[in-house]
């Protein structure tokens, strides 16, 4: 019954002609597909709904595509108790932050104090206790977030195997994007991309150490943050690499995806690289949107590291988006790199895994297998029949293992400092400084490994889709690649702990372009809306 009156609604209700729209007691409201903290937050304070009505219509919509698209491991059972606490507070004229009562995901990488496990994807870790909330779930929580479930991910954060797929763990299961049937997530932060592109939360967190936010974040036709390594904490999550992991936003608005951070960046003694925040009082991310950002900007394409001929259709879009930059007052400035090709070897990431996972592991206050270094962690997943081995194997474990050292050897450090070099003056950083940019522009496909070996920053945005027409094509496990309207994102690189710049600009292309709202739709969106409890 009530679909039915809102289905009509939907027909009969144009919302600025653009999102799609529903509605809530008698007023027009976007829908949840759609919906900014912007929305959200005055709803709430006008008294259209609650948060414990939001949570239960997130609830529902998770209920009612998870078993197709397997996004989360698990949601929160105590998030009804804790909106309702939220809605007395705010009943009472008390809000906590910018995010009052609004439900974020967190990939299952990043640990809570609280009933919901920590697994990385992973039945090594099921049941395993923390100690206290990660920073990064206390900050959530103190911006008055509601943290509503864990998303699942490319197990391990895609640090396990050499033969396995973006958004597979054993625990969750193969995560598939909603803009096309079995569509490739992209990875590692699967599920935090797919669930914040219909709408199962408001947005979600994601980490990176080499493309995992930016990645899905394209495939979801989301605007994604990769933080500087070291502007958000990085204390109680389950790690791959110290010199490259960050944690960051993913979220359907540059906006949204700004208030995120401002919400969770800052000085954590947890976690001693975020001591090289240069600033004494993190930036206002929301302060830095400027629609004309793009006016006198200097935007570099390097592109003798850019390969044109990997995917047209991609390399199009992006030329497309150089020409609107340059429309809307962008000097485009020639920016190659010095060294158009870097030999990167796995041992940074292999030597960090080695120690960080250790010290990850020793953080535990309970260890239900008893797992205290990789060596333990291979052993358990190669022998339980619950972690798909071997045919999905091992291979990235044991090139680490068999380097024979960890972090602190000074072969590490040798190739770590040539890492440096290749995302510093032979790469990323060269290139802003030579030039005086303000950012440097790639189609987000290309655009991870330069600025992870540097720990830079980078913001993606919607630049395009695949045509309607177009023809599928699948990975060795049938995840389609490219195909019918699947998006694809434009990434701004910067220099470190300049993500104020890149927000701005990302913001500039986003309100010329509209890329999410003006494209093709999922193919599959729940169809729960907050009316459906509050009465339309
Ligand atoms: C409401 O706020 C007042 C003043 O801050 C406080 O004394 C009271 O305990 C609060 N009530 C609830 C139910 O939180
Ligand atoms: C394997 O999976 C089953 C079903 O989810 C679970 O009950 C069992 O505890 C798992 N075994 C291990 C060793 O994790
Ligand atoms: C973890 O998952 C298990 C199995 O689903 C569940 O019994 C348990 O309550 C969860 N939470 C913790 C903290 O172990
Ligand atoms: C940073 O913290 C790590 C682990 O918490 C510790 O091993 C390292 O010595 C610290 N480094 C500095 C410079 O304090
Ligand atoms: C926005 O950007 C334009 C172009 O760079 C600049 O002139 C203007 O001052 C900026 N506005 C704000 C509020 O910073
Ligand atoms: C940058 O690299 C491209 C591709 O290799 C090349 O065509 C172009 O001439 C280079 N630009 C400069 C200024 O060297
Ligand atoms: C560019 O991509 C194409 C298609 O994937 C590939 O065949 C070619 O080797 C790549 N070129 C370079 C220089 O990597
Ligand atoms: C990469 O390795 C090859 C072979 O050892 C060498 O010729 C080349 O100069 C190296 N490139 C860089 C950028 O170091
Ligand atoms: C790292 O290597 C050092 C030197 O061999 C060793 O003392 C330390 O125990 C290792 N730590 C880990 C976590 O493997
Ligand atoms: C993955 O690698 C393992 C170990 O090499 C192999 O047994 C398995 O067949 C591979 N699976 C696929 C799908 O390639
Ligand atoms: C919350 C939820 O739906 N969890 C499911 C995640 O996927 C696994 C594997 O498919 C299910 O067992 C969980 O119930």
Redesign the pocket.
């Known amino acids: 019954m009530a679909r039915f009156i809102r289905l009509a609604l939907r027909a009969s209700v144009i919302w600025a002609g653009l999102a799609s729209c529903s509605s809530v007691k008698g007023v027009p409201f976007p829908s949840l597909d759609d919906v900014t903290v912007d929305d959200l937050e005055e709803g709430l304070s006008r008294g259209l709904f609650t948060s414990v009505d939001l949570v239960t219509a997130y609830l529902a919509r998770i209920a009612q595509v998870n078993p197709v698209l397997h996004v989360m491991n698990e949601v929160n059972p105590d998030a009804i108790t804790i909106a309702a606490e939220l809605d007395a507070l705010r009943a009472n004229g008390t809000t906590l932050g910018p995010l009052h009562g609004i439900p974020i995901i967190i990939k299952d990488n990043i640990a809570t104090f609280d009933k919901m496990n920590n697994t990385a994807g992973s039945f090594a870790l099921v049941g395993a206790k923390v100690p206290r909330d990660s920073t990064m779930a206390a900050k959530l929580r103190q911006a008055g977030a509601i943290i509503l479930g864990k998303a699942n991910l490319s197990q391990w954060a895609n640090y396990r195997s050499s033969n396995s797929s973006s958004g597979w763990s054993a625990y969750g299961g193969q995560v598939t994007g909603a803009y096309y049937p079995n569509e490739d997530p992209g990875g590692s932060s699967s599920g935090s991309g797919v669930a914040t592109s219909i709408g199962l939360a408001l947005a979600a967190l994601g980490t990176e150490t080499s493309g995992s936010i930016i990645s899905p974040s394209q495939r979801g036709n989301l605007v994604g943050i990769k933080p500087t390594v070291g502007l958000t904490s990085r204390y109680l999550v389950i790690p791959i690499s110290s010199h490259q992991d960050t944690i960051g936003p993913m979220a359907r608005t540059v906006k949204d995806a700004a208030i995120i951070l401002g919400a969770i960046a800052g000085p954590d003694p947890h976690d001693n690289y975020t001591s090289a925040i240069p600033f004494p009082k993190i930036p206002d991310y929301v302060a830095a949107l400027n629609a004309s950002a793009l006016s006198g900007a200097r935007i570099g394409v390097p592109l003798n590291a850019i390969n044109t001929t990997s995917n047209p259709t991609e390399i199009a879009a992006f030329n497309a988006a150089i020409a609107t930059m340059q429309a809307a007052g962008a000097t485009i400035v020639d920016a190659n790199f010095t060294v158009a090709n870097p030999n990167t070897t796995a041992i940074v990431l292999g030597a960090d895994f ?2 960080d996972l ?1 010290a990850y592991l020793a953080e535990l206050t309970y260890n239900p297998h008893d797992l205290h ?1 990789l060596s333990d962690v291979r052993d358990f997943t190669r022998s339980s029949a619950n972690e798909s081995y071997p045919d999905r194997d091992t291979a990235r474990w044991d090139a680490a293992l068999a380097l024979g ?2 972090n ?2 000074i072969r590490f450090w040798e190739d770590l400092q040539r890492n440096y070099y290749w995302g510093g003056e032979g790469g990323l950083l060269g290139a802003l400084e030579r030039n005086r940019l303000d950012a440097v522009v790639m189609p987000t496909s290309q655009a991870a490994g330069r600025a992870a070996i540097q720990g830079a920053p980078v913001v993606t945005v919607p630049m395009g889709f695949y045509p309607g027409d177009w023809p599928v094509t699948r990975n060795a496990r049938g995840l389609v690649q490219q195909g019918p309207n699947v998006p694809f994102g434009l990434s701004f690189l910067g220099g470190k702990f300049e993500e104020e710049k890149l927000i701005a600009l990302a913001y500039a292309f986003e309100q010329k372009t509209q890329v999410r709202i003006k494209g093709p739709k999922p193919y599959l969106v729940p169809n729960i809306e907050l009316g459906d409890f509050t009465g339309f």
């Open positions: 080695v120690s250790a270094t050292y960890n602190t050897d």
